[in-house]
């Protein structure tokens, strides 16, 4: 049966960038050590009975919320039984956009999602929704004449915007590495390996390190390298490496490769290097092909997004030093992104670098900062980022979840009302970050 409902799993338990414990482990590093310590008691006024009620009503929400809200929403609204795949929209009304295009963003993170809610609890079996998003992505998005897989394609399915973004590319790698989780099949893992040599070989600046933006269909050089219109035209971001970064970490997960765990391993250094910088609490964001940084501009969802994702990095590489040297780093970024959340406990989703906002909230960064500062708190012991988790899930309760239309509003004002204009679902509006935070929720706590 394609979807069953399911009660929440036991949650796993244990340190964040050297190791995640699973349930059941007695490992030193974890557990009743932990509470030993104290840990989640740290340096904020936050007691252990105060860390047991938070945790208990993150967990809660987590598992009311996938249930509930978010897993009825994508698997019963977005299927296109007209013209195959899925939609290519929804409004924020809740209809669907005609004539819509459909992105390799949303089909990908459709791919993943289905598959990664039966990997965490195998009564959440939407692998028919899962086997239609893979069928989909390997009829309709790719490119049998250069490789790689289009940008978009029409209503029907026919090419559109055939350009091939790195950012996109590695969201293949990332949903195929959870399918082949969910499906084991050896053609679905030999797919996920072929994208990855392909980004090497055609991404990959060989000069000067990390991966360039964007190419044409036949992997030229073009004049616009934007992944958005409200990005710069620059060679390099951190966001794209971001997701090279995810990508990899997951395919390293099931294809242990000693080339791939290298270059996740350079990924890391060009975060600690490039992006970030000794002492500093903020990523940059756009860079020159000599990663000159061209921006003053700080994303505090793409922060705490990163704070957390290079830890996964770091534990899946392996290593003491590594592990180390990353929580550090990840720490920072959490306390860069702190200085985001604002009155209502929301994090805001960008400023000037000069601490001018006009206070505007997403719906991911709201999803990532409770993961991100979860992960800050058990890295830490400090409770004051378990209260700051326990804040941004109360904006999101009370804001963020649409409880007439479902799913999540995309933006909010800086007195936290939706605004006009946004899709509830589309191009960019998936089920990734708020289904991953709810994933996640059960894993770290």
């Known amino acids: 049966m394609c979807g069953s409902k399911s009660s929440r799993i036991t949650p796993r338990t244990g340190g964040a960038c050297n190791k995640t414990n699973r349930p059941g482990d007695s490992s030193k590093n974890g557990g009743d050590d932990d509470k030993k310590k104290g840990r989640g008691s740290g340096a904020g006024e936050t007691d252990r009975l105060q860390v047991k009620d938070l945790t208990a009503q ?14 009825p929403f994508w698997t019963t609204r977005m299927t296109d039984k007209v013209n195959g795949g899925f939609i290519g929209a929804v409004t924020q009304e809740g209809d669907p956009l005609p004539g819509a295009p459909k992105g390799l963003i949303l089909n990908s993170r459709l791919l993943w999602t289905f598959s990664a809610v039966y990997n965490h609890d195998r009564r959440f079996d939407y692998r028919c929704l899962a086997q ?3 069928d989909y992505i390997t009829t309709r998005f790719a490119d049998t004449v250069y490789g790689g897989y289009f940008w978009t394609v029409d209503e ?28 084991g099949s050896q053609e679905v893992l030999d797919a996920a390996i072929c994208q990855y040599r392909l980004i090497e070989e055609k991404c990959a600046d060989s000069v000067h390190g990390g991966y360039l933006e964007a190419f044409s269909q036949s992997w030229e050089e073009i004049a616009d390298s934007r992944l958005s219109e409200k990005d710069l035209n620059e060679s390099k971001t951190m966001n794209t490496h971001l997701h090279v970064l995810e990508a990899y970490t997951s395919l390293l997960g099931v294809w242990d490769d000693p080339g791939l765990r290298e270059r996740l391993k350079m990924l890391t250094g060009i975060f600690a290097g ?20 061209r921006s003053p501009l700080i994303s505090y969802g793409h922060d705490i ?16 030093e590594l592990a180390e040297r990353t929580a550090e780093l990840s720490l920072r970024l959490a306390r860069g992104a702190a200085e985001g959340v604002n009155r209502l406990g929301g994090l805001t989703h960008e400023s000037d670098g000069k601490g001018s906002t006009d206070g505007e909230m997403e719906w991911w ?38 409880r007439e239309g479902g ?4 933006r909010l004002n800086a007195e936290g009302r939706p605004l006009a204009g946004f899709d509830k679902a589309g191009f960019w509006k998936c089920p990734y970050h708020n289904v991953r935070m709810c994933l996640e929720i059960t894993r770290l706590v």
């Open 58 to 71: 993150l967990l809660d929400f987590a598992g009311a919320e996938l249930e509930n809200n978010l897993l």
């Open 132 to 134: 239609r998003a893979w």
């Open 156 to 183: 029907a399915g026919n090419p559109l915007e055939k350009k091939k973004q790195t950012y996109a590319q590695a969201f293949v790698v990332y949903a195929f590495s959870e399918f082949y989780r969910a499906c």
């Open 274 to 293: 490039k992006i970030v910088g000794d002492g500093i609490l903020h990523q940059k964001l756009f860079f020159n092909e000599k990663w000159e940084p």
């Open 305 to 320: 997004e990163a704070s957390w994702l290079l830890c996964e990095a770091a534990r899946t590489v392996g290593g003491r």
């Open 365 to 402: 960064a709201q999803a990532e900062a409770v993961v991100g500062f979860v992960n800050a708190w058990r890295l830490s012991g400090d409770g004051h980022y378990l209260e700051l988790a326990s804040g941004v899930k109360e904006f999101i309760e009370k804001f963020v979840i649409d």
């Open 407 to 410: 799913e999540w509003f995309y």
